[in-house]
């Protein structure tokens, strides 16, 4: 026991290297109200890479990221009804609210000025929130979601966080009021276009270039690919779309999306680029057009967003890795090389036993190779 909690152990960054390595840590003890989860499987967000390398400049070491989480609960508080121990649960971006304010009686957790985000943040108590790249986590029981049958749990997690990001705007921005509107996806932002279809758009992919065309056809089910180096294609295409969702993680031109928009388009930003972007302001005047933002979503659309998700089959297309992969995949996902979201197997891989015979064979083979060198 440690600090009068439990153990926990996961991997963190210690700095803005944002190089991640064998952590051990505590939660706090399961009380009236919490769950404590054991964590099956956790999703990698882009905002992980964004905070282990402090792009955002808000990061306080160390840090276990992870906010995509999916786990079995293993113990229930005396207030909690929802859940039962064994019961498959849900963690994602938030794990606490001040519970009465305007946003909160709305249920609109997600912007409560006193909203607790699941890792480097701090609880009211002051000890420091950590994320899912870990074993265990105990949190308030109304921030864990029911996680329904139909989904998977490892391709399921995504949702959590990737999922209701481009769910909850869909439906304030009144995307899925009309069907047949037309909406551009750029930064693929992949669950978009699988969500968009469902509630029933023509949905397009807007992406730097032609690499991902086939699949986001194909398997993703886009009706079109637009990339954005194709100036004749972008010339045919302007004015054509209603929506755009802007889930690009780096700085970029805005000019381009407005010129694809029609007459009252509503440009949605969802990626957070460490600077500011430019905005132009003739082409959203002349055409009466919107920009607007959306962070995530409250716990009750997320827990609607989940069940939607299961009712029409849709998940995340992942990569399954070993927490012992994370470092490389934090390297591939700068790239934008991953199709189209890592997910750490964190059961089956984490544990301070696999971590020693994983140090002991990266040694062994250090060993081999520095001997084959003489
Ligand atoms: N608003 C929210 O509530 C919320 C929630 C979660 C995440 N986010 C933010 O959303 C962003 C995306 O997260 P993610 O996990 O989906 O990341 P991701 O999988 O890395 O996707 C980002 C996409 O951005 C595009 N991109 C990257 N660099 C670009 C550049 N220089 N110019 C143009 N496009 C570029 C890439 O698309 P192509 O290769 O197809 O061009 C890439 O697929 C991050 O900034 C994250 O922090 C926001
Ligand atoms: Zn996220
Ligand atoms: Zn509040």
Not at 5 to 12: L, M, R, S, V
Not at 66 to 88: L, M, P, S, Y
Not at 135 to 151: A, E, Q, T
């Amino acid at each position: 026991m440690v600090d009068g909690g439990h153990k926990a152990f996961g991997w963190a960054a210690k700095n803005e290297s944002g190089v991640l390595s064998p952590f051990h840590f505590s939660r706090r003890e399961n009380g009236e109200n919490d769950v404590t989860v054991k964590i099956l499987f956790c999703g990698v967000c882009h905002s992980d890479l964004h905070t282990i390398k402090n792009h955002w400049g808000i990061s306080r070491y160390p840090i276990v990221p992870g906010h995509e989480i999916v786990g079995i609960a293993t113990k229930v508080g005396k207030n909690v009804t929802k859940f039962k121990e064994g019961d498959r649960v849900g963690v994602g971006v938030i794990i606490g609210s001040c519970q009465s304010c305007e946003s909160c009686n709305q249920d609109l957790e997600n912007y409560c000025s006193k909203l607790v985000f699941t890792y480097n943040s701090r609880s009211s108590d002051g000890t420091r929130n950590q994320g899912g790249y870990s074993d265990v986590i105990v949190v308030d029981h109304r921030f864990v979601l029911r996680f329904p049958d139909g989904l998977p749990s490892d391709a399921g997690a995504p949702l959590l966080c990737a999922g209701i990001t481009v769910y909850s705007p869909m439906k304030y921005y009144g995307m899925t009021e009309d069907s047949g509107k037309h909406l551009g996806v750029s930064g693929l932002g992949h669950i978009a276009v699988k969500i968009g279809k469902a509630f029933g758009l023509r949905v397009t992919v807007i992406s730097r270039s032609s690499e991902k065309e086939r699949e986001a056809i194909d398997r993703l089910g886009a009706d079109a690919f637009l990339v954005t180096t194709d100036s004749q294609k972008m010339k045919d295409a302007v004015g054509t779309m209603d929506f755009i969702m802007d889930t690009v993680s780096a700085e970029h031109s805005l000019l381009p999306l407005f010129s694809l928009l029609n007459v009252n388009g509503k440009l949605v930003m969802l990626g957070l680029p460490e600077k500011p972007l430019e905005l132009p302001i003739f082409p959203l005047v002349s055409g009466r057009k919107m920009v607007g933002g959306s962070q995530i979503g409250g716990m009750k659309e997320t827990q609607e967003m989940l069940e939607f998700c299961a009712k029409h089959n849709i998940v995340s297309d992942i990569e399954l890795i070993k927490m012992s992969d994370i470092n490389s995949a934090m390297d591939r996902l700068a790239r934008s090389d991953v199709r189209y979201r890592f997910v750490i197997d964190v059961a089956n891989s984490l544990s301070p036993a696999s971590v020693i015979s994983c140090d002991i064979k990266e040694h062994v083979d250090h060993e081999v190779s520095v001997m084959s060198r003489f």
